[in-house]
């Protein structure tokens, strides 16, 4: 079973239903109602059923995103949870919606045993006026959701910021790094930089006036001494140049690896030797 094309089936099928339910006489997002959120009510349907999702507290999940965006295309995203990754239930997925865009299912975060606490950054574009939700799968199965309104629109048919031929030129090229080294028992920050047009398939090109096709990152693998740290699926909500920057525990030295895929499975790789923490 090709679960990608089952997924991108499920997305179009979202986009299309919100599309249906923006156009008829369905009552819009409001700021101070979340869960009457018409487009939640049918993305919650699809991905979780009738199962039930509590609010989270500060401590077990955070949700940080600008009230009003300087720009839409281009909308800073971070989401933290205080839940210990060593005892009790852990964090073991994020999936990030952003009720009102074309494809709402902007990200599924897959965070591996031994990871950490979930600490991640990324950049989203935001098509207009939605509520954008964080929602945490417990490994005891428990659902958990933080919610913040933003301001922001025509995120997802912007046009791009950089030339095509351009773009081109340098697609594909990425840059891994990590700030300071790795000490036993101590996160790690990291953060990768991908050199990727991430078209959404809904921008006009100013100069053909036709739409330029969809091209953007699908997936990112992330491992550390060959070991699973991240996973991450991702659609056209995410920015031009995707940015993810993440915490992890480190397991001592070794190679921290990036391995990106695109919806053309284009295959692009970048890796990192650690170094252990100087002696004081």
Known sequence: MNTHATRRRLLLALAAAAAAGRTAAAPSSREDQPDA????????????????????????????????????????????????????PRVEKLTLVIDNNPSPIAAVFTLAPGSGRPDIETRVRIDEYTHVRAIAHLSDGRLLMATRWVKASGGCSAPPGKDPAAAQASLGRMRLKVEGEP??????????????????????????????????????????????????????????NPNLRFAFMPQGTGELKAEVVDNRDLQFRSSLQLQPARAL
């Open 37 to 88: 959120s018409p487009q939640w009510q049918k993305i919650r349907a699809s991905l979780f059923a009738q199962r039930e999702i509590t609010a989270a507290s500060p401590e077990q999940l955070q949700l940080e995103t600008p009230v009003r965006a300087e720009d839409a295309a281009v909308v800073p995203i971070a989401i933290r949870s205080r839940l210990p990754a060593d005892a009790g």
């Open 183 to 240: 000490r036993p028992g101590q996160p790690l920050l990291a953060q990768l930089m991908v050199s990727h047009p991430n078209s959404s398939g809904l921008a006009m090109d100013q100069l053909t006036r036709h739409y330029i096709p969809a091209h953007f990152v699908r997936r990112i693998d992330i491992t550390h001494g060959g070991r699973p740290v991240l996973s991450a699926d991702l659609d056209i909500s995410i920015s031009e």
